[in-house]
């Protein structure tokens, strides 16, 4: 069996575009899925892919350690950095796809067997609106609260949001208070029994990351996440040891030499390891093998298109330490015309259910695919209210 062809088919989903990757053997009818979407770098991670089939046309497609160790390995920068990992990713969902249509089994099984039942999922609420944090903090709490009755309503039990405000390095109460105002009002509209988790987007420096930490320690969120940038592990460590509230982070980080550092720092309970962007399904089982050695449970970050969120959801269920999958429902309109899932999910509870196709058992509607073509993203900017630059 021989790879033929490595392609890319990208479908706009508004503030991102899919970027679905083909692998076509010379088995009749036999091709893999994947997924390299990355946004607001569509056309390198198109390149990327382009790049890396120069390596791979013509091996054989079963052999996915090895070819993964090609694409990583054989050109002098190795495979680090976002589009490298994100392109490997996208071939690499798609030789597990292959692996498993070949041998008749879906992917969970060829890395040991089912060890759950069934995947829990949770929904993102979104932000704030900038020009609303300070003037209507009220209203802003408000809108949070029917958000969160809303997550419920559709059956979520766990849900997450971002009410930590875009700020400078160092900022005064106005801030923190708004965070708190909004966490509390969604815990007061929802209850005990629901799963609320804040994500800060890493929009923090270290310092203000402990001090949000520790102003919403009180509403016993079931993770506090990217307190602030990666690049200060060792302020989110300082902020993993202040607070009882779990710390998660990972998202951004791009290989298991990166998560290595976390693990060494103990910097986080709980890892999100974005299977389309840190080298695919087979660099995602040694991260989360390494996290299961230092006591570290996983969330995969999963805000991508319909393939992303099906090996997300097959990795869960091979993966002992695995704890919960982002869920994206509400993004397009047209999710559901892009792709016939295999897993079946259960609307009160949000709960996924193993698929009994083979591969990652999501088939792909080409032709839905050409009805929403490429559109250019629109990059986000933010500054500070004096003219700085400002993470958003």
């Known amino acids: 069996m021989k790879i033929v062809k490595i392609e890319t088919l990208l479908c706009n989903a508004r503030m991102r575009n899919w970027v679905f990757v083909k692998v076509t053997t010379d088995q009749p009818g036999l091709i893999g899925w994947g997924e390299a979407t990355l946004e607001w770098h569509t056309r390198s991670i198109v390149g990327a892919v382009e790049d890396l089939s120069q390596l791979l046309v013509g091996e054989d497609p079963r052999r996915v350690e090895h070819l993964w160790q090609i694409m990583y390995r054989q050109h002098f920068w190795h495979g680090n950095g976002i589009v490298r990992g994100t392109a490997i990713a996208g071939i690499d969902l798609a030789l597990w796809d292959i692996l498993g249509k070949t041998l008749g089994v879906p992917c969970h099984e060829l890395w040991g067997g089912r060890v759950r039942d069934y995947v829990r999922l949770y929904c993102h609420l979104g932000g704030g609106r900038m020009e609303d944090f300070y003037e209507t903090p009220v209203n802003e709490a408000k809108r949070f609260a029917d958000l969160a009755r809303q997550a419920v309503a559709d059956g979520f039990t766990a849900f997450k949001s971002m009410p930590v405000p875009e700020q400078m390095m160092i900022e005064g109460p106005k801030p923190v208070k708004f965070a708190e105002a909004c966490v509390a009002a969604m815990r007061e509209a929802v209850g005990e029994s629901i799963d609320i988790m804040v994500d800060c987007h890493a929009r923090p420096s270290p310092r203000m990351g402990l001090i949000f ?92 298109g319909p393939v992303s969120t099906a090996a997300s959801i097959e990795f869960g269920f091979a993966t002992p330490n695995y704890l919960i999958c982002e869920a994206v429902h509400q993004d397009v309109p047209w999710r559901d015309e892009i792709v016939n899932w295999g897993f079946t999910v259960e609307k009160k509870g949000r709960r996924a259910f193993p698929s009994r196709r083979p591969g990652l058992g999501v088939e792909i509607n080409e032709a839905a695919i050409a009805r929403h073509p490429f559109e250019q993203e629109l990059p986000r900017r933010s500054f500070a209210p004096d003219g700085a630059v400002i993470d958003w």
């Open 213 to 304: 930490a520790k102003a919403l320690e009180p509403y016993d969120l079931y993770f506090f996440e990217e307190p602030c940038w990666p690049e200060h592990m060792e302020g989110i460590a300082e902020v993993q040891r202040a607070v009882k509230t779990p710390i998660a982070t990972g998202e951004r980080l791009c290989s298991s030499f990166a998560f290595k550092q976390l693990f060494e720092l103990r910097a986080a309970s709980i890892i999100q390891p974005d299977i389309t962007h840190c080298g695919g399904l087979t660099e995602a089982r040694r991260i989360a093998a390494m996290a299961s050695a230092y006591g570290v449970a996983l969330a995969p970050h999963n805000p991508q």
